[in-house]
């Protein structure tokens, strides 16, 4: 967080971009989505930016669902391998969920 005499700037990830006292934005090493926040008056704005990791994005696992083609696209644009077992865990998850909504009606 940075505070001029006229504006406020905040990152929503401190570990992934920090905010100098010219209000320039600093981003740091580790790959991901970072906002910023500028408050000035009544107004606001948010600059988004995505921080690569660049490596090569190969051999996808066959999407399942749109769930799935959405994380395999953010994957790609950050440069992020996927794991196959994490997919499978979140897959897993994601089946007990369904499960649970169709025995008791709800979503948990």
């Given at each position: 967080?940075?505070?001029?005499?006229?504006?406020?700037?905040?990152?929503?990830?401190?570990?992934?971009?920090?905010?100098?006292?010219?209000?320039?934005?600093?981003?740091?090493?580790?790959?991901?989505?970072?906002?910023?926040?500028?408050?000035?008056?009544?107004?606001?704005?948010?600059?988004r930016a995505?921080?690569?990791?660049?490596?090569?994005?190969?051999?996808?696992?066959?999407?399942?669902?749109?769930?799935?083609?959405?994380?395999?696209?953010?994957?790609?644009?950050?440069?992020?391998?996927?794991?196959?077992?994490?997919?499978?865990?979140?897959?897993?998850?994601?089946?007990?969920?369904?499960?649970?909504?169709?025995?008791?009606?709800?979503?948990?």
């Amino acid at each position: 967080t940075w505070t001029n005499t006229c504006a406020l700037f905040e990152s929503n990830e401190k570990d992934l971009a920090k905010i100098d006292e010219t209000g320039h934005v600093k981003v740091f090493e580790q790959p991901g989505d970072v906002a910023v926040m500028i408050r000035y008056q009544a107004k606001v704005a948010v600059f988004r930016a995505t921080i690569p990791l660049g490596a090569p994005v190969e051999n996808l696992p066959v999407a399942k669902n749109f769930i799935d083609e959405l994380v395999f696209k953010k994957l790609q644009i950050v440069g992020m391998p996927a794991s196959r077992q994490l997919f499978e865990k979140l897959r897993d998850s994601i089946e007990i969920q369904r499960q649970h909504k169709n025995v008791y009606g709800v979503v948990s």
